[in-house]
């Protein structure tokens, strides 16, 4: 079982380009989200998705887009880099939260992407 | 709004010791409450988790009690472990449709 894989896991950026981190998962969960962590911060919520075609807002989402054209990929496309987006980048997916089982609630993570911004 | 406490780390303990790290929320209704942990270089991991008052979470030798009336999770091994040296999250879901709220993080360094 692949998981949560995203690429790449590590990126140096200039100050003003672009890029794209990558995120599949093969487990058809319907739910997937990208998380930032940042040294004591914990992980704080960038953007999410409850399926193909719908993502919405999390905590800390200035300076980010993503998109969900299928089930098992969600990309999170940085525009133009700034020193405040170096970070790990954690990409995980869920089935939908509150249905029975013991598998609900539960996110599986990716390994991290970890990003700087010079 | 909904909140995860830890305590701060780094903690630092010698092989075998008891561990207790200290883990208090703030949450309308009935959270649901996690504990993950993640290992050096990789992703969080799911380690216990609890969905109602009064309910223990185990899970490796860990343990973890919801308590409703101090608003607690507090996560408990007997005996560490080199291995156990990882970063431990705890998390609350405050309602069946809200996402994961995470804590600050506690790193845990046991030393042989």
């Known amino acids: 079982n692949a998981g949560v894989t995203q690429t790449p896991k590590f990126r140096i950026l200039k100050i003003g380009q672009s890029m794209t981190l990558q995120c599949t998962q093969d487990?058809?969960?319907?739910?997937m989200y990208w998380y930032r962590q940042d040294p004591g911060m914990g992980l704080k919520l960038i953007y999410y998705?409850?399926?193909?075609?719908?993502?919405d807002k999390g905590e800390v989402p200035n300076g980010y887009n993503v998109s969900r054209s299928t089930t098992e990929d969600f990309p999170l496309r940085l525009e133009l880099a700034a020193p405040s987006q170096t970070s790990v980048y954690f990409c995980?997916?869920?089935?939908?939260?509150?249905?029975?089982?013991?598998?609900?609630?539960?996110?599986?993570f990716g390994a991290g992407s970890r990003l700087t911004v010079l | 709004g909904n909140s995860v406490t830890q305590m701060e780390g780094p903690v630092t303990l010698s092989e075998e010791a008891f561990l207790t790290i200290n883990c208090t929320y703030t949450?309308?209704?009935?959270?649901?409450l996690f504990w993950y942990v993640q290992y050096p270089g990789e992703g969080l991991q799911l380690l216990l988790k609890?969905?109602?008052?009064?309910d223990k979470g185990s899970n490796k030798g860990f343990e973890a009690t919801y308590r409703k009336e101090t608003t607690s999770f507090h996560l408990e091994k007997g005996s560490v472990q080199v291995s156990d040296s990882a970063v431990y999250f705890c998390?609350?879901?405050?309602?069946?449709?809200?996402?994961?709220?995470f804590g600050q993080g506690t790193e845990l360094s046991v030393k042989p």
């Open positions: 998390a609350l879901r405050a309602n069946q449709g809200g996402k994961l709220i």
């Open positions: 609890a969905t109602k008052a009064d």
């Open positions: 998705s409850v399926g193909a075609g719908i993502t």
């Open positions: 995980a997916s869920s089935y939908q939260p509150g249905l029975a089982g013991s598998g609900a609630n539960v996110l599986t």
């Open positions: 487990m058809n969960h319907n739910y």
């Open positions: 949450a309308t209704g009935y959270p649901s």
